[in-house]
């Protein structure tokens, strides 16, 4: 069996990531075709039709502006109807075995050519609101605040707007003058750190021992003191008694959590999404419905609700249940993690949910979609995001087929999702195989949403090893199906009309114009969540290679190789471009269109999560160790 990861950045895009094993080769096999390019990669832009999209309007970071351009009549299905001629069915992915995965693992993609055209969706640009930010007064520095989800708002926009940042540390000195503390964690982490309310908390598993009364290997949740990083409390959840088939070994929690006030949200080892309270014990108090904690001391977590999703629901997590929940209003969203079995031939539950809207204060189950069905191709490892399309919302969740939809936050009141649009990540010809030796690619990297559209990558389970990848920018102003292709009702492809690509990123490069070699790949496969700062697109793969792209029209600026492979995401804060890498090294760049390494920082250890900025300090964990650092002054 071979080790197989589980790791976000967030995942997710990951937002974690966990080691796995399975009896899978890596290889790669088939190329895919090449898109139509723009001069230096991106592929360009196809017409687009635009139109305000269903939701309820709420309280995001920023609403868009609107994308116009006439729009074709569709179907029901949501395919274009053409005159004189039948109306085209939606494509489906198809499904084939799929291999073993880890924290976040997933298939394979190919480029299919989409239709060229001068237009693309044009949306004025808004100044970002993101949770984090204390605006100061022009000139002055900016010192954020609390980064209390994964991606720190529900965009999953990994940039932070503090400005005068300082990186005047050296790991391996330990605290001093500009490193805070260092705290232990387990001995695998994968969880990306979060911080609120004057504590900071990190999903590993049980290897630094701090409740001495459990000895045995458990996924768990670490609470620690913002400001001196004591300990305060942990959440324990013991191993599926399946096994690596639902909850690999070592791999503890990988979900980052979510926080709003004293409440938290994070999804467990076990395929359970629990909310605790944020105090734990040390208000005295067993707050919530759920009494059932073995232990109620100060340094054990104090439990509100629970919702098994595999009691409750049937789901079958392939590896590890892993997906960093997002809030609305009242709703958490998340992914199950449903998979397919331990052979990697079949899905098990493919009538359970994929996806999931539930209660924040009860745990009661709003709506459930399992849209994949059982074309999942591996794993469901990644995490939602939300954005407001013309002041409607939408939530996006990558589903492991390879496509990701978009739905209303509501539903359809009867306990089922509203689907809004959906979206092929892969080229109608791509092929998943076991192994890695496909071509098609499920999705483990997080939906970034901006200015009306969603950017994402595909990617596989790194066991799978290196492969053909895709990055696109899609209109979410759109309805339907919205894939560069649709069936042409006769065993075949061709270009849809109401496509949502605005540019492909990806592919071989055919003429080697841009890599020097004939053939060679221009992106990819990717775990890591894109950044978009400035007009710019930083978008890493798992091959240790980070991208960066214009964001208008996908065109490639620079590339730069960090020589180990890439887990985490990019954070990009004050003109620098922060990502840690499999050999321990936060590689520091110039934010920019010209490529520029500032600095390379040595941990102690692999960094497979995303650094985070907050009220000052930069919080970053390798395998082993959380660290506190002063970055402003």
Not at 214 to 226: A, K, N, P, W
Not at 244 to 251: A, H, S
Not at 496 to 506: C, M
Request: proline letters at 8%.
């Amino acid at each position: 069996m071979k080790k197989l990861l589980f790791r976000f950045a967030l995942l997710n895009s990951l937002a974690c990531f966990a080691v796995m094993t399975t009896g899978c080769e890596s290889s790669d096999s088939t190329k895919p075709s090449p898109e139509a390019k723009t001069e230096l990669g991106g592929s360009a832009p196809i017409e687009e039709a635009g139109s305000t999209t269903g939701g309820a309007g709420v309280d995001l970071p920023e609403a868009e502006p609107e994308m116009k351009t006439p729009e074709p009549k569709l179907d029901a299905d949501g395919n274009p109807v053409e005159p004189k001629s039948e109306t085209p069915e939606p494509a489906k992915p198809k499904a084939e075995p799929k291999p073993t995965a880890e924290s976040e693992p997933a298939p394979k993609a190919e480029a299919k050519p989409a239709p060229k055209s001068e237009e693309k969706p044009k949306a004025e640009a808004k100044p970002e609101k993101t949770s984090q930010a204390k605006p100061e007064a022009a000139g002055k520095k900016v010192v954020t605040g609390d980064w209390p989800m994964w991606g720190g708002d529900p965009t999953r926009n990994m940039v932070n707007k503090s400005t005068g940042i300082q990186l005047n540390f050296k790991p391996d000195e330990g605290p001093g003058k500009n490193i805070n503390w260092i705290s232990k964690l387990g001995s695998q982490t994968y969880g990306n750190p979060v911080v609120a309310g004057g504590q900071v908390y990190v999903g590993t598993n049980n290897g630094g021992k701090y409740r001495p009364k459990y000895e045995d290997d458990l996924g768990v949740v670490l609470c620690f003191d913002e400001k001196t990083g004591e300990f305060k409390w942990q959440l324990s959840r013991e191993k599926l008694p399946q096994g690596r088939v639902n909850d690999w070994p070592e791999q503890g929690i990988c979900s980052a959590p979510c926080i709003e006030g004293e409440r938290l949200w994070v999804v467990t080892n076990r395929c359970e999404l629990m909310c605790l309270d944020t105090k734990g014990f040390y208000d005295n108090e067993n707050d919530g419905p759920y009494k059932d904690e073995k232990e109620t001391d100060k340094k054990d977590a104090d439990i509100i609700w629970s919702l098994d999703m595999i009691e409750d629901l049937g789901v079958f997590p392939h590896n590890l249940a892993t997906s960093s929940p997002v809030i609305h209003g009242d709703t958490v969203f998340l992914l199950t993690s449903n998979g397919v079995d331990e052979a990697h031939l079949e899905v098990p539950a493919p009538r359970a949910p994929c996806f999931l809207a539930v209660n924040k204060n009860t745990g009661e189950v709003i709506w459930e979609d399992n849209t994949p069905f059982d074309n999942i191709l591996h794993g469901q490892w990644s995490s939602p995001a939300i954005g407001q399309v013309n002041g409607k919302t939408q939530v996006y969740f990558p589903g492991g087929d390879g496509w990701l939809y978009a739905f209303t936050p509501e539903g359809d009141g009867e306990g089922n999702g509203k689907l809004i649009w959906k979206f092929d990540l892969n080229p109608k010809d791509s092929k998943w195989e076991l192994g890695g030796r496909g071509t098609r690619n499920a999705l483990i990297s997080t939906p970034v949403f901006k200015d009306n559209s969603v950017i994402l990558g595909v990617g596989q389970d790194p066991e799978h090893g290196e492969g053909v990848g895709h990055i696109y920018r899609i209109d979410a102003t759109k309805t339907g199906d919205i894939s560069p292709q649709v069936s042409d009702g006769k065993d075949g492809w061709k270009d849809n009309p109401n496509s949502g690509q605005i540019w492909h990123y990806g592919g071989e490069d055919v003429d080697g114009k841009l890599t020097g070699k004939k053939g060679d790949l221009l992106f990819r496969r990717t775990m890591s969540t894109v950044a978009v700062a400035d007009g710019l697109v930083y978008a890493p793969d798992l091959s240790g290679f980070v991208h960066c792209l214009d964001f208008e029209t996908g065109k490639r600026y620079w590339e730069y190789d960090m020589f180990a492979a890439c887990w985490g995401s990019p954070m990009v804060v004050d003109g620098k471009v922060l990502i840690g890498n499999e050999d321990g090294m936060l590689i520091i760049l110039e934010a920019g269109k010209e490529k520029k390494l500032l600095e390379e920082k040595t941990f102690n250890s692999s960094i497979y999560s995303t650094p985070t900025i907050a009220n000052g300090n930069m919080y970053i964990s390798d395998r082993s160790q959380l660290y506190s650092i002063k970055v402003t002054e």
